[in-house]
């Protein structure tokens, strides 16, 4: 049972780059959501699923698109990349709705916009 | 807006010690409370998870308790090992499922 896997772990891009951050979990959660996590700003939720083929915003959507076409994916693309997106990325799924279920997180992916 | 506080920000204890950290929230309308761990480069492992209607939750040496009415929760650690040394976030989420993190508290404990 790997959890939540996410790749890469390490990406260096330069601004206007575009590129995806994967995530995918084996636990048949139906709940999965991408975070940022910033000193000084804690996390901050960027976008999540409750099941496949639906998607909604967090806090801080802009400059990033999702899709969830399987119940295990759930991608997360920076569609032109900015000195501001650089931050360390986490994937967390649960099996259902976070208000009654733990959370588990993948290990993240720390990017850097030059 | 929610807001939640986690003081102290880093925490330095010798092993064997008690300890406590604290969570605060502004808003108590909240679903329920989570407790992390998280690492230096890893992500966050759930210790605890606490519903409104609970006061508390234990595991192994770890006790949480939620005060909804004064916006606090406290994690307590009871004997604590260089292995506990890890930052600790709490989350408080709110009835629409949203969760809310607070900046963490870096704990080190010394052999």
């Known amino acids: 049972n790997a959890g939540v896997t996410q790749t890469p772990k390490f990406q260096v891009l330069k601004t206007g780059q575009s590129m995806t951050l994967q995530c995918a979990q084996d636990?048949?959660?139906?709940?999965m959501s991408w975070y940022r996590q910033d000193p000084g700003m804690g996390l901050r939720l960027i976008h999540y699923?409750?099941?496949?083929?639906?998607?909604d915003q967090g806090e801080v959507p802009n400059g990033y698109n999702v899709s969830r076409s399987t119940t295990e994916d759930f991608p997360l693309r920076l569609l032109s990349a900015a000195p501001s997106q650089t931050s360390v990325y986490f994937c967390?799924?649960?099996?259902?709705?976070?208000?009654?279920?733990?959370?588990?997180f993948g290990s993240g992916t720390q990017l850097s916009v030059l | 807006k929610q807001e939640v506080t986690q003081i102290p920000a880093a925490l330095s204890v010798p092993e064997g010690e008690n300890l406590v950290l604290n969570c605060s929230f502004t808003?108590?309308?909240?679903?329920?409370l989570q407790w992390f761990r998280q690492d230096p480069g890893k992500g966050l492992t759930s210790l605890l998870l606490?519903?409104?209607?609970?006061r508390e939750q234990t595991s192994g040496r770890l006790n949480a308790s939620l005060d909804k009415s004064s916006g606090r929760s406290t994690l307590y650690i009871a004997a604590s090992q260089p292995g506990d040394s890890a930052t600790y976030l709490c989350?408080?989420?709110?009835?629409?499922?949203?969760?809310?993190f607070g900046q963490g508290t870096t704990l080190q404990v010394k052999p």
């Open positions: 967390a799924s649960s099996l259902g709705q976070p208000r009654g279920e733990k959370l588990f």
């Open positions: 636990m048949n959660h139906e709940y």
């Open positions: 699923s409750v099941g496949a083929g639906i998607t």
């Open positions: 808003d108590s309308a909240i679903y329920n």
């Open positions: 606490i519903q409104s209607s609970q």
């Open positions: 989350a408080v989420i709110s009835n629409t499922g949203k969760l809310i």
